[in-house]
Structure formats: structure tokens, C-alpha cells
């Protein structure tokens, strides 16, 4: 049965290669790029191509469970060093503004963005355009800090435009779950947990990226990078259970229920990632799915078996 959907803004759904091409955009200006699968082969395990019958999701699980830290670093930090180097070229302007991002993000100004990337590229670009502020923009509230006072802020709305919703989660923000308080008559301060937790924005190296906004300082909920997000690895079960994500996924099906389209950009539906997407795939139930990305032919007709 065809479920009736009142008309809506469509609802993006992008994948690692919606931002791939931030670097084709930037042209001879690139000095990094968001990586590929085969960039990381080399760049975080230091192979030439992956060993047969391993994906790049058992690599790195085989490295989280030898206690390596080093491939998901590096991971993280060739992503936030694409943050950090393409979107001053991209943004409004920057050497290179006439890029089909921005105009994808004023041609949709209110779509709700859903991704399963780490990277902050919408995220930048939206703020340099006026449309999105972190205090809302994650789909939640979010504490920041607010220069002051601010050089930029009649550029800013008071509020964001649409949501960006990170299912994986976002290496800008993490949950605080304690905090430190003092009763009558003690002398020193204890850790207490929060009834709700307060949620943090630090985009730890990309501060500049997010001028007029800067990180809350650490306090004792502190979480390094890769405590905030879902590594990439073969089952993401546990790492939905988290209390930032879970609630980015209650609100990302709300989304999808209440669309009439979903524009999937650069996504593949891996199965690995089976357990993020499932739910909106059900939730989205007689909407229109569009897939922009190359072998789009062979993955609708896998998805039509999948989610009749």
C-alpha cells in the first residue's frame, strides 16, 4: 500500500561520495582530498590494495582489536585536513565559489541533509552561507561558544535553515553525561552524572572553519575523536546505542517518514551499514528514492528485492 505524503522538501541522503569530488572543484588548488577506499589501503594500513576476501571495514576492526590506534587517526585526519584545506576554496568567496556544492545548497535550502559521513564539508559551507549555526544545526542542541563580539554575525541567521543530521556522528561534537558539582558542606567537587546530557560542540583543528563559533572548552566529559563517532567497521549495532546518534537517528526518521523524496548522493546502502539504514529505508515507506551514484541501475534493483 502507497502511504499518502503531503508535498515536502526532498531529503538528501549523501554518502563518502557526495564529497569526493571537492577535490576535481578545487582543481589545481588541491592540497588535500577526501579519501577513497584505496586511499586509505595505503594511507592507514600501508598495503597497495586489500587483501583478498577482507574488506577496509575488517581492517579496521582487526586494528581496533590489536589496540592500533594509528589507522583510525590517520583516518580522522585526513578527513579533517580535506575540512580544513577544500572549504576555503569552496565557500562564498573563496577562489573557488562556483562549485556545484554551494549551488546545490541554495538551490535546497530547506532539505534536511542526512549523512553517514565524518566530514563537516555541508556543514562549513552552510555556515559561510548564512543558512546554519550549530547550535541547531545537528538536530539538537548544542553548547558552543560564541565569539565576541562576532566580526560576521549580521551574515548570520538566527537559527538554521535545515538540520544536518551525522548517523555515524560528527567529529565536532560529543555527549556530556557528568558533571562536576559540590554539596553544602563538602570541600571538594564530585563527578556527578546529568539526568539528560548536554551535548558539546568542539571541532577540535577546524576552529577557524567555524568563525564566528568556537569550541567549549574541555570539561569532564571530554571525548577524544574517535569516542565520537561510529568507527568504520563490520557491525555498527553498539555504536547506535550512543547517546548522541541515537538521538540524530529518532530525529533522521522522523525525517524520512514525513518526506515524499529521498535523493541518495555518493551512497552505496553497503551492507555493512545495514543497521544505520534499515529503519529509514522502512520509515520512508512509499516515498520516491533517487540514486546518484555509478552503479545506481544494479543497487535499485538490489534495494526494490530489499525494501519492496
Not at 502511504?3 to 541522503?13: C, G, N
Not at 558539546?200 to 572548552?217: A, Q
Request: aromatic residues 10%.
Amino acid at each position: 500500500m502507497r502511504v499518502h505524503r503531503p508535498e515536502s522538501s526532498p531529503v538528501f541522503l549523501l554518502g563518502a561520495g557526495f564529497s569526493v569530488d571537492a577535490g576535481s572543484e578545487v582543481g589545481s588548488l588541491e592540497t588535500a582530498r577526501y579519501p577513497l577506499v584505496s586511499d586509505l589501503v595505503k594511507a592507514c594500513f600501508g598495503l597497495d590494495e586489500l587483501p583478498n576476501g577482507k574488506s577496509i571495514e575488517e581492517l579496521f576492526q582487526g586494528a581496533i582489536d590489536a589496540m592500533d590506534e594509528a589507522p583510525l587517526d590517520k583516518l580522522y585526519e585526513l578527513i579533517m585536513e580535506a575540512d580544513y584545506y577544500l572549504t576555503r576554496h569552496l565557500s562564498p568567496g573563496g577562489s573557488r565559489e562556483n562549485n556545484v556544492y554551494l549551488r546545490m545548497l541554495k538551490d535546497f535550502q530547506s532539505a534536511p541533509i542526512l549523512t553517514f559521513n565524518y566530514d563537516s564539508l555541508v556543514e562549513i559551507l552552510l555556515l559561510k552561507l548564512g543558512y546554519w549555526r550549530p547550535e541547531d544545526g545537528y538536530g539538537m542542541p548544542v553548547h558552543t561558544e560564541l565569539i565576541s563580539p562576532p566580526r560576521n554575525s549580521a551574515t548570520l541567521h538566527r537559527g538554521s535553515l535545515r538540520p544536518v543530521l551525522h548517523l555515524h556522528g560528527t567529529l565536532c561534537v560529543y555527549p556530556a553525561s557528568v558533571a562536576l558539582e559540590r554539596e553544602p558542606n563538602q570541600r571538594f567537587d564530585m563527578l556527578r552524572p546529568k539526568e539528560e546530557p548536554d551535548f558539546i560542540f568542539d571541532p577540535d583543528r577546524l576552529g577557524p572553519c567555524f568563525m564566528p563559533f568556537e569550541r567549549v572548552l574541555p570539561g569532564p566529559s571530554f571525548r577524544h575523536l574517535p569516542e565520537r563517532v561510529i568507527a568504520p567497521v563490520p557491525s555498527k549495532t553498539d555504536g547506535l546505542r550512543g547517546t548522541f546518534i541515537s538521538r540524530v537517528h529518532k530525529r533522521a526518521v522522523e525525517i524520512a517518514r514525513s518526506t515524499r523524496t529521498i535523493v541518495a548522493v555518493g551512497y552505496s546502502f553497503n551492507l555493512y551499514d545495514r543497521a544505520s539504514y534499515s529503519h529509514l529505508l522502512e520509515a520512508a515507506g512509499g516515498a520516491r528514492v533517487i540514486l546518484v551514484v555509478p552503479e545506481a541501475q544494479a543497487l535499485a534493483s538490489r534495494l526494490i528485492v530489499e525494501y519492496p
